[in-house]
Structures are given as structure tokens and as C-alpha cells.
């Protein structure tokens, strides 16, 4: 039971905070910036587990700290949470999932102009091939996806891979109409051939500015395209 005396309301949470405050700017924490359990901290602190949680909650609404039940209280904005892959794609739509597409990519391919590595393009070049020599449109769209991807993995930043192959996540959750014949592939003189060729010049010659237009272009080529399957 803790025997300490407690002041006024308004003046213990106001005394709280204070220490709170230092304590967390001077506190040596682990990596994961975990705090001390609340007992732990009245001790040190000098009042009570009361206003410990209090002055905790009101440092919580601020987004200086956050709690995990059954974890403990960290120091810091609570992390985003996972994406519920499912839930996105019942809120999505094909020309919504096309927008983030054009907002991420080009990125991506400006950033595989600077740090992709000679094998990543020489893969990605072989991979523009083997969509040429695709005997169906199923192996075709296989292949583009991967061409894609090997754009973002020659980006070499691991944050934006994630937040692309998320995207790809949704993409292939959310309905997109009428299916490709199984039977058939892409005829010789596609769209997206030319585009592939274009964005591994510009990538092979390390034109950056070059590559993130060309994949703009690409994929508002495929935007227009779904806006008349759609229509």
C-alpha cells in the first residue's frame, strides 16, 4: 500500500509532469525506449503510482509516449500498425490503386538510376525480355510484375520496397474487371514493350529525372488504358 500523501489534484499532475518530463530527457533507456514499470517510477519520482498513470496518460494524448498492454510504455509515437491487406482492398478501387502507383514508382525508378548495381540491370534488362517472349498474357503480367519489383529492389532502400510490395498486395486483392484471355498474349507491338525499353535505357545510361518520367509515363499509359476498359 503506498502511504504517500497526496497534494491537490491540480497541482500534483502539474508536479508530476514536470518530473516526468525531466526524467524522460535525462533517463538512460534501452534501445527500444521502454519505461521502467509505474511502481518503479513513483519510487524514483517521490508520489504516487496514481499520479504516475496520470501524468503517463496525460503524456500518451500529447504522442510523447505510448502503451502497449502486456508490453509496457514506450517512449515515443506509437508505431503505425500493420496494414489489414483485406480491409484496403475492399476500400480501394483499381484507378485508386493506379494513383499510388504513379506517386510511388517514379520514385523508385529515379532512385535505381542512382544506386542500382550492374547486376540489377542487367536482371531487369533480361526480365524486359522475357516479357517480349511471353506466351501468355497470365506469364506476361507475371513477368511485369517482377519487372516492377526489380526496380524497387535496385532502389536499395528497404522502406519504400515495403511500401511497394504492400501496394502489390492490395493490387492483386482488388478486382480489376474482366480477366485476360488465358489462351491469347500480348501482341508484338504493346504498349508497355516500348515503355520497359525506355525506362532500362534511362536506367542503364543513369539518367535519374529520365527514368522517374519514363516510368510516369508508363504507368499513365496503363492508366489510360484502364479508364477505357472501365468506361
Same mark, same amino acid.
Given at each position: 500500500?503506498?502511504?504517500?500523501?497526496?497534494?491537490?489534484?491540480?497541482?500534483?499532475?502539474?508536479?508530476?509532469?514536470?518530473?516526468?518530463?525531466?526524467?524522460?530527457?535525462?533517463?538512460?533507456?534501452?534501445?527500444?525506449?521502454?519505461?521502467?514499470?509505474?511502481?518503479?517510477?513513483?519510487?524514483?519520482?517521490?508520489?504516487?503510482?496514481?499520479?504516475?498513470?496520470?501524468?503517463?496518460?496525460?503524456?500518451?494524448?500529447?504522442?510523447?509516449?505510448?502503451?502497449?498492454?502486456?508490453?509496457?510504455?514506450?517512449?515515443?509515437?506509437?508505431?503505425?500498425?500493420?496494414?489489414?491487406?483485406?480491409?484496403?482492398?475492399?476500400?480501394?478501387?483499381?484507378?485508386?490503386?493506379?494513383?499510388?502507383?504513379?506517386?510511388?514508382?517514379?520514385?523508385?525508378?529515379?532512385?535505381?538510376?542512382?544506386?542500382?548495381?550492374?547486376?540489377?540491370?542487367?536482371? +531487369?534488362?533480361?526480365?524486359?525480355? =522475357?516479357? $517480349?517472349? @511471353?506466351? %501468355? #498474357?497470365?506469364?506476361?503480367?507475371?513477368?511485369? &510484375? !517482377?519487372?516492377?519489383?526489380?526496380?524497387?529492389?535496385?532502389?536499395?532502400?528497404?522502406?519504400?520496397?515495403? +511500401?511497394?510490395?504492400?501496394?502489390? =498486395?492490395? $493490387?492483386? @486483392?482488388? %478486382? #480489376?474487371?474482366?480477366?485476360?484471355?488465358?489462351? &491469347? !498474349?500480348?501482341?508484338?507491338?504493346?504498349?508497355?514493350?516500348?515503355?520497359?525499353?525506355?525506362?532500362?535505357?534511362?536506367?542503364?545510361?543513369?539518367?535519374?529525372?529520365?527514368? @522517374?518520367?519514363?516510368?510516369?509515363?508508363?504507368?499513365?499509359?496503363?492508366?489510360?488504358?484502364?479508364?477505357?476498359?472501365?468506361?
Amino acid at each position: 500500500m503506498d502511504d504517500r500523501v497526496s497534494s491537490p489534484p491540480h497541482l500534483a499532475i502539474s508536479g508530476v509532469l514536470a518530473q516526468l518530463r525531466g526524467y524522460l530527457a535525462s533517463a538512460s533507456l534501452p534501445d527500444d525506449g521502454r519505461l521502467p514499470p509505474e511502481r518503479e517510477l513513483a519510487d524514483v519520482l517521490g508520489v504516487t503510482r496514481a499520479e504516475v498513470r496520470k501524468g503517463l496518460s496525460v503524456l500518451e494524448s500529447e504522442g510523447q509516449i505510448w502503451r502497449h498492454v502486456g508490453k509496457g510504455t514506450f517512449l515515443g509515437a506509437r508505431p503505425p500498425q500493420l496494414v489489414d491487406i483485406s480491409d484496403l482492398s475492399q476500400r480501394s478501387n483499381p484507378l485508386q490503386v493506379m494513383k499510388a502507383r504513379i506517386a510511388l514508382e517514379p520514385e523508385l525508378a529515379r532512385l535505381a538510376a542512382v544506386n542500382g548495381t550492374a547486376a540489377d540491370l542487367a536482371t +531487369l534488362a533480361d526480365i524486359a525480355v =522475357a516479357c $517480349r517472349e @511471353a506466351e %501468355t #498474357w497470365r506469364e506476361y503480367e507475371a513477368f511485369d &510484375s !517482377r519487372f516492377h519489383h526489380q526496380i524497387a529492389e535496385a532502389a536499395h532502400n528497404p522502406i519504400l520496397l515495403a +511500401l511497394l510490395e504492400t501496394l502489390n =498486395a492490395v $493490387r492483386r @486483392a482488388v %478486382t #480489376w474487371g474482366r480477366a485476360r484471355p488465358s489462351h &491469347s !498474349r500480348p501482341p508484338a507491338d504493346h504498349h508497355s514493350f516500348a515503355d520497359h525499353d525506355r525506362i532500362v535505357d534511362a536506367l542503364s545510361h543513369r539518367e535519374p529525372a529520365t527514368a @522517374a518520367d519514363a516510368m510516369r509515363r508508363h504507368l499513365q499509359n496503363v492508366e489510360d488504358r484502364l479508364v477505357g476498359r472501365l468506361g
